[in-house]
């Protein structure tokens, strides 16, 4: 699946995928760089990786003075072959791709007055609550590209939801690579239920 969130920002690939394209979307509105082009990337198929491809050479043709960044799955996977595709300008690691910092290394501009009072049309509204995967399956290439289960702390999580109701969104959905393992490498070790309800008592 290709999503467009923006101009400035394209999405290939799963739910969680878009969950951090809204965070990214952020950090360049923040910085007022709209002069790149953001892809967050999906290696979980060939058909993705060839139409992220197609999807560069296109926007290369059309503006050969584009600026893109590419981040997720497939530059993760493969950055020595991308960053020499033309209009390829920066990798941004998996790893690190939620850091603003890493957007800032591109320049940091005023923010426009447009952005300032600009508000949230969408009701729904992504959290990420863990990353990676601790399972060996063959056929599968995220463990490569996210890395082991990473729970993110309560408190986190908790920032996280109220920011979104700050922002204006009415319903949160929970996302991850494998939400069914939250919890599993936490001490003490928490689950699934235990943040629901957490979340149901710090954010009512």
Do not use: W
Not at 4 to 15: D, L, P, Y
Not at 78 to 96: E, L
Not at 98 to 107: A, C, H, I, R, V
């Amino acid at each position: 699946m290709i999503n467009m969130h923006s101009n400035n920002i394209i999405t290939f690939g799963c739910r969680l995928n878009t969950c951090e394209s809204e965070i990214i979307e952020n950090f360049i509105q923040e910085l007022g760089l709209t002069d790149f082009t953001i892809i967050n990337t999906c290696a979980v198929t060939a058909e993705a990786e060839r139409k992220l491809r197609q999807t560069i050479r296109k926007l290369y043709n059309e503006n050969n003075g584009i600026k893109i960044i590419l981040t997720g799955c497939a530059a993760e996977l493969n950055p020595n072959f991308y960053i020499n595709m033309d209009g390829v300008v920066g990798i941004i690691s998996n790893k690190i791709k939620l850091s603003k910092t890493e957007y800032e290394k591109y320049g940091k501009k005023n923010q426009s007055e447009e952005y300032k009072k600009k508000k949230h049309k969408k009701i729904r509204g992504f959290l990420q609550i863990q990353n990676g995967c601790d399972q060996k399956c063959t056929y599968c290439i995220v463990r490569t590209t996210r890395g082991e289960n990473i729970s993110f702390s309560e408190d986190e999580i908790v920032t996280q939801a109220k920011l979104l109701l700050k922002k204006g969104y009415k319903d949160i959905v929970l996302t991850g690579v494998n939400i069914s393992a939250y919890g599993r490498d936490r001490t003490p070790k928490q689950n699934l239920a235990y943040i629901i309800n957490h979340l149901l008592k710090k954010v009512p």
